[in-house]
């Protein structure tokens, strides 16, 4: 149960029954507010409230009826049990039609009011971390809704992009695949001076290479068997606008030299044609290779690489971007459910730490790719995103353990791991996320053999 979403609203008129209710609530974990009417609760709710509703039907100067309809102009979305009597079924299965989340029969057991109200909190955590979500992109401005995140690291690109942005300085982009280096260049383009020129961005390696002369620098009618047109390059077709390369290192050496001296000069020669054209672009590149060393090794020209690299940006790895792994991934999610119209998951407590610890090999490109997968599997949600990871070592359904003792111990470690995971091994933050003492978290760190230094 994930602090901030463990509240129950609890409102019954029979004081011993509401007493009762709400001590077995508070046994297992939850935060209640009882109160002895819905007049009274409705003063205390408000849309913002992050927990579940658990109501009586007949109750005096307002009933349970009213009461969710009264609740569902407040928010539509809060989850409202109905505690109901045997002649009262009827009622509520009226009321679950015009939008109640569940109801119960008196008398109940407490294990099915549990759960429940475990379900309704869970949908409650899922809506209001979605709006949040939604908030804060809506309340982005400008770049922050091209490159989410709040990490340090993203938040220095976004600076760097901005003050670089108005200049005509070629860029070069240097980070590892699906990092989203063409995005970044998007970004140069959208905020800088040659917003109102064309974008042209071209894929080096998937470029074949006896058509990349003229791919980036055209032809004229003629000039070839099969030139039966003239073609405008891609060079050509950027003027006045930006052209993205991305995967420069990838061009042939033999048209490397062609590409230096049009960035040199400022004017193309398009194949068969001896009349040079003035050229008016920004160009930015993109690697994910080092450049340097292939310089070394004699496959990119030194020259070009200084000519290219004027600015150069670095594009972080997902690995690096911590606490923006998640952002991404219910961002992700949220997109692949209304695309695919698919209902809308959260993520468990445990499934955070999979995320967090996962290499990320394909960067933010994989990550939307398991967000899909994630939204679309209809594996069981104990296995599921292990499943998409590809992980079924790290299962974390309930292990084969006898005892109710040891069960505690397992998961009591796996949550103080996850913490520890999700937080970077900041004890204080660990401290505050579990609401523990510090002499209690160190004596359980050293009881299950868990080192902080492991965590930073």
Request: include cysteine.
């Amino acid at each position: 149960m994930t602090d901030g979403y463990n509240k129950v609203c609890l409102v019954d008129d029979d004081a011993e029954m509401r007493a009762a209710t709400a001590q077995w609530l508070e046994l297992s974990g939850y935060k209640v507010q009882s109160f002895p009417d819905a007049p009274t609760a409705l003063n205390y709710l408000t849309s913002e409230f992050s927990g579940v509703v658990v109501s009586d039907i007949r109750m005096p100067k307002m009933d349970g009826m009213e009461f969710l309809s009264r609740l569902h102009a407040l928010d539509s979305d809060i989850p409202v049990v109905l505690l109901t009597a045997h002649g009262d079924v009827q009622m509520a299965v009226d009321a679950m039609q015009r939008g109640a989340y569940d109801f119960i029969e008196k008398p109940f057991e407490p294990e099915r009011l549990l759960d429940v109200v475990q379900r309704a909190g869970e949908k409650r955590r899922l809506i209001m971390e979605n709006r949040e979500l939604r908030c804060r992109l809506a309340g982005a401005t400008g770049i922050e809704q091209r490159l989410i995140g709040n990490s340090a690291e993203i938040r220095r690109l976004r600076e760097e992009i901005l003050d670089i942005a108005d200049t005509d300085a070629p860029v070069l982009l240097q980070g590892e695949t699906g990092t989203g280096k063409e995005i970044v260049a998007r970004c140069l383009h959208e905020f800088g001076a040659r917003r109102n020129g064309k974008y042209v961005a071209v894929n080096c390696g998937a470029v074949p290479e006896n058509i990349f002369e003229s791919e980036l620098f055209g032809h004229e009618r003629g000039a070839f068997t099969g030139a039966e047109r003239l073609r405008i390059g891609r060079f050509e077709y950027a003027q006045g606008g930006v052209l993205f390369l991305d995967e420069i290192g990838t061009m042939p050496l033999s048209l490397q030299v062609k590409v230096l001296r049009t960035l040199q000069e400022r004017e193309l020669v398009r194949i068969g044609s001896n009349e040079p054209q003035p050229l008016d672009i920004r160009l930015i590149s993109a690697t994910s290779k080092k450049l340097l060393d292939e310089c070394a090794a004699g496959t990119f020209r030194e020259d070009l690489y200084y000519r290219i690299n004027v600015v150069e940006l670095r594009v972080p790895p997902l690995r690096e971007r911590g606490e923006d792994i998640l952002l991404l991934f219910k961002y992700f999610a949220v997109q692949a459910a209304a695309a695919y119209n698919r209902p809308e998951v959260s993520l468990r407590d445990v499934d955070t730490g999979l995320l967090m610890n996962h290499d990320w090999p394909g960067n933010v490109r994989e990550l939307k790719n398991i967000a899909e997968r994630y939204v679309l599997s209809s594996v069981p949600k104990g296995q599921r995103l292990a499943s998409v990871l590809h992980h079924p070592s790290q299962n974390v359904s309930t292990p084969e353990i006898s005892s109710l003792q040891d069960q505690m111990r397992y998961y009591e470690r796996l949550l103080l791991e996850q913490s520890l995971i999700r937080h970077g091994g900041d004890v204080q933050a660990v401290m505050d996320a579990l609401d523990l003492p510090r002499r209690t978290l160190n004596e359980k760190m050293v009881r299950y053999s868990l080192e902080r230094k492991n965590y930073i």
